[in-house]
């Protein structure tokens, strides 16, 4: 059942999302960047975001050409309440479970 929920949450965004950044692409030139955020750190995580998004994004004719997975979480850590993690995809990128669907972190 989660999953058919994130599977509809993510292609609702790309539904949404793509054809406002393909046009954007297609008339000025752009570099099209989409930024999703993983706020669910009870049921989600990188991995599962990313084989949901990654089949969703290469089966469409407009993906933007970066996307990046904001993951915010809620802490009492060293930094205050708040910490981030940025995942950025790659569509040309393999899918694979045991390296995170290789995700790049960046901090």
Same mark, same amino acid.
């Given at each position: 059942? @989660? =999953? ?6 993510? =292609? ?13 692409? =297609?008339?000025?030139?752009? =570099?099209?960047?989409l ?6 750190? @009870?049921?989600?995580? @990188?991995?599962?975001?990313?084989? +949901?998004?990654l089949?969703?994004s ?9 996307t ?17 993690t ?8 393999? +899918? ?12």
């Amino acid at each position: 059942m @989660q =999953r058919l929920l994130r599977t509809d949450r993510i =292609r609702r965004a790309c539904d949404k999302k793509f054809p406002k950044l393909a046009v954007w692409k =297609r008339m000025h030139g752009a =570099r099209t960047i989409l930024v999703l955020e993983d706020n669910d750190v @009870q049921l989600n995580n @990188q991995v599962v975001v990313t084989e +949901t998004y990654l089949p969703l994004s290469r089966a469409r004719p407009d993906p933007p050409d970066e996307t990046y997975l904001l993951a915010t979480a809620w802490t009492l850590g060293r930094r205050g309440p708040f910490s981030s993690t940025i995942y950025r995809y790659s569509t040309s990128w393999r +899918t694979n479970t045991s390296h995170g669907g290789k995700l790049m972190a960046m901090r």
